[in-house]
């Protein structure tokens, strides 16, 4: 059970929107807003939800590339192999502009997103199929650094059956044994 509540307490100090994913079988619900996260009706509506879920990404933001817009709010979802991937990050990307082609662009103007956009795209192009989540751990510790070279990368990712942190140089994923 995730205390939305708890979390919001933090929207004092970084109030430029938050959001909050999370998955319920293989679909995913996923509420965001530009405005802090203690003063949003949608933040009220979220706080009365019952949210119960293995695995939950929830962000306060607080702008540093990206101007305070709905579309820039984290955490981001797309799809990939059918499912679900949802991704919120903390940090500063400088100079991180990437290629990105196929599928997956940006819909805002935050490092954020091209990071996770090209994070998708690098896994798509290294996997015809969908792989194992050890193989997709291996990919990502390959793909991670050539972010994390630009700036502060922490981030948080997930398909649902998987969850990836990334702090500094530390990759961690936790999945369900089932």
Not at 65 to 87: S, T
Not at 134 to 159: D, K
Request: hydrophobic share 40%; proline share 3%; glycine share 8%.
């Amino acid at each position: 059970m995730f205390s939305f509540t708890g979390f919001a307490t933090r929207a004092e100090e970084h109030k430029d929107g938050f959001g909050v994913a999370f998955f319920e079988d293989r679909g995913v619900r996923c509420f965001v807003d530009s405005q802090s996260a203690r003063d949003s009706p949608v933040a009220a509506m979220v706080r009365g939800y019952p949210i119960k879920s293995d695995n939950v990404i929830a962000h306060i933001r607080k702008a540093t590339q990206g101007r305070v817009a709905l579309e820039n709010c984290h955490p981001f979802v797309r799809e990939l192999w059918g499912r679900y991937w949802v991704f919120a990050h903390n940090g500063d990307l400088t100079g991180f502009v990437p290629r990105l082609h196929g599928a997956f662009h940006a819909v805002g103007d935050t490092d954020s997103e091209r990071a996770f956009c090209w994070l998708l795209q690098e896994m798509n192009k290294a996997h015809a199929s969908v792989p194992s989540l050890h193989e997709l751990t291996t990919t990502l510790a390959e793909l991670v650094p050539r972010v994390a070279a630009h700036g502060s990368f922490n981030f948080m990712l997930s398909n649902g059956q998987a969850l990836w942190a990334h702090c500094s140089t530390n990759l961690r994923a936790s999945h369900d044994a089932a």
